[in-house]
């Protein structure tokens, strides 16, 4: 397939453009600063430019079979602005100008999917997230609400701890409340999901929950 990757340059980014790689896909990254990408590939192709930049973005989606966002936000207290949710919007946008229907993201627990049962996690992380990076939740509310809110062919994964432990090829997901879904997960098992959602259709606009 022919699969765009924002935010490659990223920790689970990275990941995730190595892993499509891997599996024989061609791979479209747009980047910001294109010597932070570290990977070469002659199946990967790289277009410079920022999420700002809505003709960078379309060049970057143009032909795709789909687009995975690794993009999230500045967890410093000190970072203000939406630049981010801007940034999803952008994407969105162009994916329906291009007629690119397929996307597969990042959200947190903190926001809730309509298939989830009360649940704790509903009460405790928006309160600590809210607490402690405010302005990082609320640009994961606006760049999940970008999407949800589109007729895209959506999954978007919720993370709680990524970690930097060694894949393990066990990955747990489903809904708070419905399924025995932990907190922390290797960035790599992280990667293997998302990319995994190109051919499972499990979870088509849905939010699971994902955990080791």
């Given at each position: 397939m022919r699969v765009t990757v924002f935010g490659a340059t990223g920790a689970i980014g990275r990941l995730v453009a190595q892993r499509?790689?891997?599996?024989?896909?061609?791979?479209?990254?747009l980047v910001r600063a294109p010597a932070k990408?570290?990977?070469t590939h002659s199946h990967l192709t790289v277009v410079t430019g920022r999420l700002s930049d809505r003709d960078a973005v379309e060049q970057a989606v143009s032909g795709a079979d789909a687009v995975i966002s690794a993009l999230g936000?500045?967890?410093k207290r000190s970072t203000?602005?939406?630049?981010?949710?801007?940034?999803?919007?952008?994407?969105?946008?162009?994916?329906?100008?291009?007629?690119?229907?397929?996307?597969?993201g990042l959200a947190t627990p903190s926001l809730a999917d309509p298939q989830d049962k009360p649940h704790w996690k509903h009460k405790v992380l928006p309160v600590m997230a809210g607490l402690m990076f405010p302005n990082?939740?609320?640009e994961l509310k606006g760049m999940t609400e970008a999407v949800t809110g589109s007729d895209l062919d959506y999954t978007i994964a919720r993370i709680t701890n990524p970690t930097d432990k060694p894949a393990t090829g066990r990955i747990r997901s489903g809904f708070l409340g419905h399924d025995r879904v932990g907190s922390a997960m290797?960035?790599?098992?992280?990667?293997?999901?998302?990319?995994?959602q190109l051919t499972d259709t499990r979870y088509r606009r849905a939010m699971p929950v994902i955990s080791n």
């Open positions: 499509l790689l891997d599996d024989g896909h061609q791979v479209t990254a990408l570290t990977l936000p500045s967890l203000t602005g939406s630049a981010v949710t801007d940034g999803t919007r952008t994407i969105v946008q162009a994916m329906e100008a291009q007629k690119v229907d397929r996307f597969i990082a939740l609320a290797s960035r790599a098992d992280i990667a293997a999901f998302l990319v995994a």
